[in-house]
């Protein structure tokens, strides 16, 4: 029997048939979510960040079904998230999170707020600030969009302390899967966007015996439904909804934790393809 359609990565409609994209859009808000149907109340599965293309299928009543051309999530956004698009990026925001400016003046209200990982065009700089066409952001805060960051946890550090948001994308609130996947973006590689996905597109660590003496800082540890970040010295780091935020913690308080919480185990250890040709 065929497996059932993912339906977060297929644009379907309910008899099961595929939809064709009518064009391609960018976000040009900060951040908006991804909902699972068309209305403020229906559950958040994801967020878009500017600058992230998507392909629209449909655009009625003020949402628009789309899917994001970034991880391949299918949903539905408010119209007024979309624009045409743009030049492609030159920089990517490297810091957590940086206001965007109508001037380049620090002093200006600023009019939006843009999370890291969200790539921009940069036409002219001034006073330190790069001009957008979203308005003006700090030079300190962006890096060209082919630097990536090069210590995977010193980049997952930078967000402790961030709230838990079931469906978030952002330093501002995010799940676990999340915070993997803008984690990895930062070091310049590109993982899908739920635990189970990651799982199945990541090398694994064949034989791992459950000692940590086997791991490497940036290794994946894998539950069913859950992910952390290996940082070494007996500690990982994770989104996770038992203190509802980024928290570090030792390996087997947290197998032990989770395996009394839900009866789960470590289902898998996987390396990112950047620690395997280390």
Same mark, same amino acid.
């Given at each position: 029997?065929?497996?059932?359609?993912?339906?977060? #990565?297929?644009?379907?409609?309910?008899?099961?048939?595929?939809?064709? @994209?009518?064009?391609?859009?960018?976000?040009?808000?900060?951040?908006?979510?991804?909902?699972? @149907? &068309?209305?403020?109340?229906?559950?958040?599965?994801?967020?878009?960040?500017?600058?992230?293309? /998507?392909?629209?299928? !449909?655009?009625?009543?003020?949402? *628009?079904?789309?899917?994001?051309?970034?991880?391949?999530?299918?949903?539905?956004? !408010?119209?007024?998230?979309?624009?045409?698009?743009?030049?492609?990026?030159?920089?990517r925001i490297s810091a957590l999170r940086t206001f965007v400016y109508p001037e380049p003046d620090?002093?200006?209200?600023?009019?939006?707020?843009? $999370?890291?990982? $969200?790539?921009?065009? /940069?036409?002219?700089?001034?006073?330190?600030?790069?001009?957008?066409?979203?308005?003006?952001?700090?030079?300190?805060?962006?890096? &060209?969009?082919?630097?990536?960051?090069?210590?995977?946890?010193?980049?997952?550090?930078?967000?402790?302390?961030?709230?838990?948001?079931?469906?978030?994308?952002?330093?501002?609130?995010?799940?676990? @899967?999340?915070?993997?996947?803008?984690?990895? *973006?930062?070091?310049? #590689?590109?993982?899908?966007?739920?635990?189970?996905?990651?799982?199945?597109?990541?090398?694994?660590?064949?034989?791992?015996?459950?000692?940590?003496?086997?791991?490497? &800082?940036?290794?994946?540890?894998?539950?069913?439904?859950?992910?952390?970040?290996?940082?070494?010295?007996?500690?990982?780091?994770?989104?996770?909804?038992?203190?509802? *935020? /980024?928290?570090?913690?030792?390996?087997?308080?947290?197998?032990?934790?989770?395996?009394? $919480?839900?009866?789960?185990?470590?289902?898998?250890?996987?390396?990112?393809?950047?620690?395997?040709?280390?």
């Open positions: 029997m065929a497996d059932a359609p993912d339906r977060r #990565l297929q644009a379907l409609r309910e008899d099961g048939t595929a939809v064709e @994209s009518e064009r391609t859009a960018e976000i040009v808000t900060g951040h908006t979510p991804l909902r699972r @149907s &068309p209305g403020i109340d229906a559950p958040l599965d994801s967020e878009l960040l500017y600058g992230e293309r /998507v392909d629209v299928y !449909e655009e009625e009543n003020g949402w *628009a079904w789309v899917q994001n051309q970034t991880d391949g999530y299918v949903g539905y956004v !408010e119209a007024g998230a979309l624009g045409d698009v743009g030049t492609d990026p030159t920089h620090l002093k200006t209200p600023p009019a939006d707020l843009l $999370s890291l990982t $969200s790539e921009i065009s /940069v036409s002219e700089q001034e006073n330190g600030f790069g001009e957008t066409p979203h308005g003006w952001v700090w030079g300190g805060h962006v890096s &060209p969009v082919d630097q990536f960051e090069t210590n995977i946890t010193a980049v997952a550090c930078a967000f402790l302390g961030t709230p838990y948001l079931w469906g978030g994308r952002t330093s501002i609130g995010l799940d676990c @899967s999340a915070f993997v996947q803008l984690t990895l *973006a930062s070091c310049g #590689l590109a993982v899908p966007r739920d635990t189970d996905l990651q799982e199945t597109a990541l090398p694994e660590l064949a034989e791992w015996s459950g000692s940590d003496e086997d791991l490497l &800082p940036g290794d994946l540890i894998f539950w069913p439904g859950h992910v952390a970040i290996w940082l070494g010295q007996g500690r990982l780091i994770h989104a996770n909804a038992t203190h509802m *935020a /980024v928290t570090p913690g030792g390996l087997q308080d947290t197998v032990d934790h989770i395996e009394q $919480s839900t009866g789960d185990t470590v289902s898998s250890i996987r390396r990112p393809d950047y620690l395997v040709s280390a």
